[in-house]
Structures are given as C-alpha cells and as structure tokens.
C-alpha cells in the first residue's frame, strides 16, 4: 500500500514544477521535511519505499567509477540525484 503510495507520488511530483522546486530546496538528508509535504499532499511512504518505487519507475543504475568518486567526494547524489528523483524539469 505505501509502495503504491510513493509510486504515485513520483507521478504527482513528475507533473508539478512547483512541487518539484520546493523538494529540490529541502536540505539533502532531510527526509522528515521531504516526507511531510508528501503527507501534505496526501502520500505517505517511508524512505525505503521510496527507493524502491524509484527503482519499479526508472530501473536500478549501477555507478560507474566516476559517479562513485563524485560521491566519496560529497559533490554528487548519483543516479537518484535529486533533481532526477524529485522529477523536476527546467
């Protein structure tokens, strides 16, 4: 159920710029902030979920070594960067 939660969360935010934009600006880390304006707008899943609602949606993506070191680094979120996951389009 809450899988099914967030997989509609993923479309909702897909087609909501504005949503989008307000979830890009949540601090990286902050999943309690992230997770109540999802409740706000009626979805409730957990971080976990999430995850993989993302990966049911988009695929699981593999690091290359690149992405890996951006990571190591603390410049880069990876494949599930926020902007992607957020589905924010310019």
């Known amino acids: 159920m809450a ?3 967030a997989q509609k969360w993923i479309k909702h ?3 909501d710029n504005e949503l989008g934009r307000k979830l890009l600006a949540i601090p990286q880390g902050e999943w309690n902030t992230y997770e109540s304006i999802a409740k706000e707008h009626g979805f409730e899943f957990s971080e976990n979920e999430l995850n993989e609602a ?3 949606e988009f695929g699981k993506e593999e690091l290359n070594e690149a992405e890996l070191d951006q990571i190591v680094g603390g410049v880069a979120g990876g494949p599930r960067g926020r ?4 589905g924010v389009r310019g």
């Open 3 to 5: 899988l099914e939660s």
């Open 13 to 15: 935010i897909h087609n």
């Open 54 to 56: 993302w990966d049911l």
């Open 83 to 86: 902007s992607a996951a957020m």
